[in-house]
């Protein structure tokens, strides 16, 4: 029999989530990404809600409806002349009595590197199943409730809406450029298709499911030489026990699902 | 039956680690199980509690005693441990065994300093007094000790540690020595017993942060109580 043991039911493991989700804070991650054609740097932001706990033996604690929400700000260029048609003003010829014919120079437009700022956020939720990782580190044991495989996080709606928002932010971008009046729509039609949806999902995916892909959500954590009482004085020392061993478990007991820690000590 | 049932948390420490955790406390603080008057305890220290003599007329400083316990072997209900006859383990209590050395520095008081006038070589007058008589019976001061091997039964009392946090205390409810006779002198050293082991077990608090070695939190909602050799606890977070 373990010499010491702690359970905790669901109702009890929600709210343990809920402080130890909301203690994992905010994340913040930076890098680049391809973004349909064109490379983007970002910042992404993201920050974990826990869900509704559901407590599975023999091992596994399943979160419903795990929110993350993320923010990024994200910089990629555009080169307009790989994207719009030369363009040149018309010469205008006049002739001129004893001159001749005379025409205006022939002036042709170069189309300017533009680079595009967005700032966008949304949030994804999804279902996820953690097991349980124990570990004796530094002096210190510790659980941790770790995912189990990659969770698929669909972006469709979130992509769909960051991609009108690259359009947003691309259209006062264009109207400052000289002559870009006809070739406007032209444009932000071209930039967007070229990155299009899946563009925006290929781009999101691997950077926002790190955020719950690589969670470790801590269940517990105590020093192996665990202190019983601290020093009181002089001529009463602290007092110290030594946590030998630890597991920890799902398991059904009675009529319900527990979340099981067993120690065992030594003085 | 879940371990949680209608609360959130559920906490309980065997009785082997009960006695680990004790064996820790008076291993760091051997102090509580020292006991002793100046001549034997100069002054408390880590390793032992400096106390008064026992004040008398007549004798100087006092009687110098020394109490020293044992490290208390602690067996929950369901008994598992023997105990005397006179002592039951009721469902929800504690039995402990220990080992007391009681000692008093047993000294000769000189009652008359100077001899009677007259009195020279082995003359004894009228007037009675020391003869210059060796008593070999007690030399000046000699150390006088007992062991005993003591039985207590108890319960645990739900108390606050020095720093404020939920702990639990031993109390003490009886006691019982093997074999002393007569009865009468029994009892008498029972009774001095019971009152040491009370004061010194109370003064014994385990926070129940450690009786769960750390895990979750818990607001106690029922108990602590004594149950299948554990000390168990259940709660709220």
């Known amino acids: ?267 | 039956m879940s371990l949680t049932e209608a609360q959130m948390v559920f906490a309980s420490v065997h009785e082997n680690a009960l006695n680990d955790i004790l064996t820790a406390f008076f291993t760091d603080r051997p102090r509580y199980l020292v006991y002793g008057s100046p001549s034997f305890v100069p002054t408390t220290t880590v390793a032992e509690t400096t106390m008064p003599a026992i004040a008398f007329p007549g004798i100087p400083g006092g009687i110098q005693w020394r109490v020293r316990l044992s490290i208390p072997r602690v067996d929950l209900f369901k008994q598992s441990a023997p105990l005397p006859p006179q002592l039951t383990l009721a469902p929800g209590e504690f039995s402990a065994s220990l080992a007391v050395e009681l000692c008093l520095e047993c000294r000769q008081i000189k009652i008359d300093p100077k001899p009677p006038r007259g009195t020279e070589g082995g003359d004894k007058g009228d007037g009675g007094g020391t003869d210059g008589r060796k008593d070999d019976r007690h030399p000046q001061s000699e150390l006088t000790c007992c062991k005993l091997a003591v039985f207590a039964v108890g319960h645990i009392e739900h108390v606050l540690a020095a720093n404020g946090e939920d702990a639990v205390a031993l109390a003490v409810d009886a006691v019982e020595i093997v074999d002393i006779a007569p009865d009468a002198l029994e009892s008498l050293i029972e009774c001095l017993l019971f009152m040491i082991l009370q004061a010194v077990l109370a003064d014994v608090r385990l926070p129940l942060r450690a009786l769960r070695a750390g895990a979750f939190q818990l607001v106690p909602v029922v108990g602590p109580l004594i149950e299948d050799d554990q000390i168990k606890m259940r709660g709220n977070v």
């Not at chain 1, 809920?18 to 920050?47: C, E, H, M, R, W």
């Not at chain 1, 205006?104 to 300017?112: G, N, S, V």
Request: with cysteine; net charge negative; hydrophobic share 50%.
């Open chain 1, 1 to 267: 029999m373990p010499e010491i043991t702690a359970a905790i039911d669901e109702t009890g493991a929600n709210k343990l989530l809920d402080t130890a989700i909301a203690q994992i804070g905010t994340q913040t991650k930076s890098g680049t990404g391809n973004l349909g054609p064109f490379v983007a740097s970002y910042t992404v932001q993201g920050t974990l809600t826990n869900g509704s706990v559901d407590l599975i033996p023999p091992g596994t604690i399943r979160i419903v409806d795990l929110r993350l929400d993320w923010h990024i700000d994200l910089n990629f260029g555009i080169d307009l002349s790989a994207i719009l048609p030369d363009f040149c003003l018309p010469q205008v010829c006049i002739d001129i009595p004893c001159v001749g014919t005379v025409c205006t120079p022939k002036i042709c437009i170069d189309w300017p590197t533009i680079t595009v700022p967005v700032s966008f956020g949304d949030f994804v939720k999804t279902t996820a199943d953690f097991g349980l990782l124990i570990s004796l580190s530094g002096g210190k044991w510790k659980v941790q409730a770790v995912i189990q495989g990659v969770p698929n996080l669909q972006f469709g709606a979130s992509s769909a809406a960051l991609l009108a928002a690259i359009g947003l932010a691309v259209t006062p971008l264009l109207l400052a450029i000289p002559f870009i009046g006809p070739f406007l729509a032209i444009a932000v039609d071209t930039i967007l298709a070229a990155i299009a949806v899946a563009g925006v999902t290929g781009f999101l995916g691997p950077i926002i499911t790190p955020f719950v892909s690589g969670i470790m959500i801590p269940i517990y954590e105590q020093p192996q030489l665990f202190r019983v009482l601290p020093a009181a004085g002089p001529v009463d020392p602290e007092v110290d026990i030594t946590i030998d061993t630890i597991a920890a478990d799902v398991a059904h007991n009675g009529n319900e699902d527990e979340l099981v820690l067993t120690a065992d000590i030594s003085p």
